[in-house]
Antibody
Framework: EVQLVESGGDLVQPGGSLRLSCAAS????????MSWVRQAPGKGLEWVAN????????YYVDSVRGRFTISRDNAKNSLYLQMNSLRVDDTAVYYC????????WGQGTLVTVSS | DAVMTQSPLSLPVTLGQPASISCRSS???????????LNWFQQRPGQSPRRLIY???NRDSGVPDRFSGSGSGTDFTLKISRVEAEDVGVYYC??????????FGQGTRVDIK
């Protein structure tokens, strides 16, 4: 059974940084693209970033490019999202999802950016 | 970017009756490889999203056969043949053909009349 468990969400001040993690199990992590998707409170889904199997291809939505960095550690079956220069409008639940087609999702981790 | 537009945004349905959600793309979603990367997701209240349908009409494992997807080009539909109480939630379409970025529709809220 595929399991994705996010962690690292917290309350942070505008301009601050946070690193999210996603622990994967139940599938061959090193063979899968991985994605981050977020959902602001009461709002819809927004794709944030994804990364290929080797970590050599990374894509970002325009609003986070240059501030967020997606990475992975295949030896640890883990996906990461380093978030810098956080803004109030980055407040959301951040989901880790398997593949570019988002075939499995984690439970999400809440990031709140507020002073 | 491919803009995805869903309708209606709110859909009250009667238990046991059919329901239909439309998703339209600003560009054809037929990829250069011949596939059409249009997926449907369900998000029940308080839960994470779950993929129901991939590449227009393929049901994911464990998805009841009352859910079906259809369409081509720019127009797509998710149908529920007979709505059950557990189908309450928000449904999203998402395209992956013109990516990045991968883009979602606004979501359609399904509830029981």
């Amino acid at each position: 059974e595929v399991q994705l468990v996010e962690s690292g969400g917290d309350l942070v001040q505008p301009g601050g940084s946070l690193r999210l993690s996603c622990a994967a199990s139940g599938f061959t992590f090193s063979r899968s693209w991985m994605s981050w998707v977020r959902q602001a409170p009461g709002k819809g889904l927004e794709w944030v970033a994804n990364i290929n199997q080797a970590g050599s291809e990374k894509y970002y939505v325009d609003s986070v490019r240059g501030r967020f960095t997606i990475s992975r550690d295949n030896a640890k079956n883990s996906l990461y999202l380093q978030m810098n220069s956080l803004r109030v409008d980055d407040t959301a639940v951040y989901y880790c999802a398997k593949g570019r087609g988002l075939d499995n999702w984690g439970q999400g981790t809440l990031v709140t950016v507020s002073s | 970017d491919a803009v995805m537009t869903q309708s209606p945004l709110s859909l009250p349905v009667t238990l046991g009756q059919p329901a239909s959600i439309s998703c339209r793309s600003s560009q054809s979603l037929v990829s250069s490889d011949g596939n059409t990367y249009l997926n449907w997701f369900q998000q029940r209240p308080g839960q994470s999203p779950r993929r129901l349908i991939y590449e227009v009409s393929n049901r994911d494992s464990g998805v009841p056969d009352r859910f079906s997807g259809s369409g081509s080009g720019t127009d797509f539909t998710l149908k529920i043949s007979r709505v059950e109480a557990e189908d309450v939630g928000v449904y999203y379409c998402m395209q992956g053909t013109h990516s990045p970025p991968w883009t979602f529709g606004q979501g359609t809220r399904v509830d029981i009349k």
